[in-house]
């Protein structure tokens, strides 16, 4: 059984496992600038600058990820009409969201016409929100059916090891779906702040605790069991 550095190594090997780690130096550091800024300018400067590298790098590891949703939508869109229509919907949100997060990150970094960044923004976040509405709307119908296929299984008084099993699967699906959820409203969050700003959502803590919990329950969707 692999001992808990075998799977720390395992997590970061993928994308999405430093991706979540990077996620969390953003969100920590965004947190610290906006604490020390008053009293210690120069920390926050430095908290700032972490802030940024973070935000950059994340974008320049997600180069090429929309081609994600394009194969989920080509190998595995759905069971249902439902849930195939919400899986495209849902996926092309998000392709929409990685594939304009390139030239933001040019744009960003100077290889673009700095003036495109905000126009490429607003885009990459306007896909992300749809991408993660539909998303969550899915998360939800599956997390309903699975409650009802629980329920079926428990009807049964003396249950088989066959549907013990399938019982601790739903419940471990129902688990990562939830954290799916609670990700993709976070997220959806800070995608709102981009594309219509309030104060709500604009605020530091709103964006730095929705950035937090979106980088923890991807940890705990990516950590190897």
């Known amino acids: 059984m692999n001992d808990t550095v ?6 970061l090997a993928k994308r999405d496992g430093i991706d979540k780690l990077v996620k969390t130096f953003q969100y920590v550091s965004k947190l610290v600038n906006w ?12 908290f700032k600058q972490w802030e940024v ?3 950059l790098s994340r974008k320049a590891f997600r180069t090429g990820r929309f081609l994600t949703g394009f194969n989920v939508l080509r190998r595995n869109p759905g069971s249902t009409l439902s849930l195939r229509l919400l899986a ?8 929409v969201y990685f594939f304009f997060d390139h030239f933001l990150w040019l744009a960003r970094i100077g290889t673009l016409d700095a003036n495109l960044a905000k126009k490429m923004s607003y885009i990459s976040a306007f896909g992300e929100s749809v ?3 539909f998303f969550i709307i899915a998360d939800f119908i599956l997390l309903r059916e699975g409650v009802k ?13 066959e549907e013990e099993k399938e019982i601790q699967k739903i419940r471990t699906d129902r688990i990562m779906r939830l954290m799916a959820v609670a990700a993709n409203v976070a997220d959806l969050l800070i995608a709102v702040a981009e594309i219509e700003p309030n104060p709500f959502c604009n605020h530091t803590i709103t ?6 919990v979106s980088a923890w329950a991807g940890w705990y969707r990516n950590w190897p069991s």
Do not use: C, W
Request: charged share 30%; no cysteine.
């Open 88 to 95: 495209v919907l849902a996926n092309a949100g998000e392709m």
């Open 53 to 55: 590298a973070s935000g």
């Open 131 to 133: 991408g993660y509405v």
């Open 35 to 46: 604490h020390v800024e008053a009293t210690q300018p120069d920390i926050a400067k430095r």
């Open 207 to 212: 964006l730095g605790i929705s950035g937090l």
């Open 6 to 11: 075998d799977k720390l190594v395992i997590f």
């Open 149 to 161: 296929a629980e329920r079926k299984l428990r009807r049964s008084k003396e249950k088989s090891t």
